[in-house]
């Protein structure tokens, strides 16, 4: 679809999708790159402590959670495949250590993926994020 788009704003086009989407994937904010994103674990602060960008617009409900068991499964499904061809453990040995391994993964990928959905949606200027930009809006 390349039509008039309700996502890019009437101020401007897109931001630069890669280097937001690296900042959020570190968890910073997409706009400034130094300022947290999140708020404890997986709550995303209202704005960027730092350069006060407004993040409270963000719609990353689900999205992360379903992209961390894809990525989750996609790489332990191998994983599991490769344990058991290779060294045959007790599948009591097979169930802790998948397990283990999927919880830790999951853990650990989970707010890394919602810092890169809300950087996609900023850089887009999806959801309320298209306002001008306050350097450029200025000028």
């Given at each position: 679809?390349?039509?008039?788009?309700?996502?890019?704003?009437?101020?401007?086009?897109?931001?630069?999708?890669?280097?937001a989407?690296?900042?959020?994937?570190?968890?910073?904010?997409?706009?400034?790159?130094?300022?947290?994103?999140?708020?404890?674990?997986?709550?995303?602060?209202?704005?960027?402590?730092?350069?006060?960008?407004?993040?409270?617009?963000?719609?990353?409900?689900?999205?992360?959670?379903?992209?961390?068991?894809?990525?989750?499964?996609?790489?332990?499904?191998?994983?599991?495949?490769?344990?058991?061809?290779?060294?045959?453990?007790?599948?009591?040995?097979?169930?802790?250590?998948?397990s283990?391994?999927?919880?830790?993964?999951?853990?650990?990928?989970?707010?890394?993926?919602?810092?890169?959905?809300?950087?996609?949606?900023?850089?887009?200027?999806?959801?309320?994020?298209?306002?001008?930009?306050?350097?450029?809006?200025?000028?």
């Open positions: 679809m390349t039509g008039p788009s309700s996502t890019a704003g009437a101020q401007g086009g897109d931001r630069p999708l890669g280097p989407m690296r900042r959020g994937w570190r968890r910073r904010c997409p706009a400034c790159g130094t300022g947290r994103i999140l708020h404890r674990y997986l709550k995303v602060r209202d704005a960027c402590p730092d350069c006060g960008t407004v993040l409270h617009h963000h719609r990353a409900d689900d999205g992360p959670a379903y992209l961390t068991i894809l990525i989750t499964g996609h790489l332990l499904a191998p994983a599991m495949l490769m344990m058991w061809e290779l060294w045959r453990p007790a599948p009591w040995v097979m169930a802790v250590t998948l283990v391994l999927t919880v830790g993964l999951a853990l650990w990928l989970l707010p890394r993926i919602k810092g890169a959905l809300v950087a996609i949606q900023w850089s887009r200027r999806m959801h309320g994020f298209g306002a001008p930009d306050p350097e450029t809006a200025d000028a």
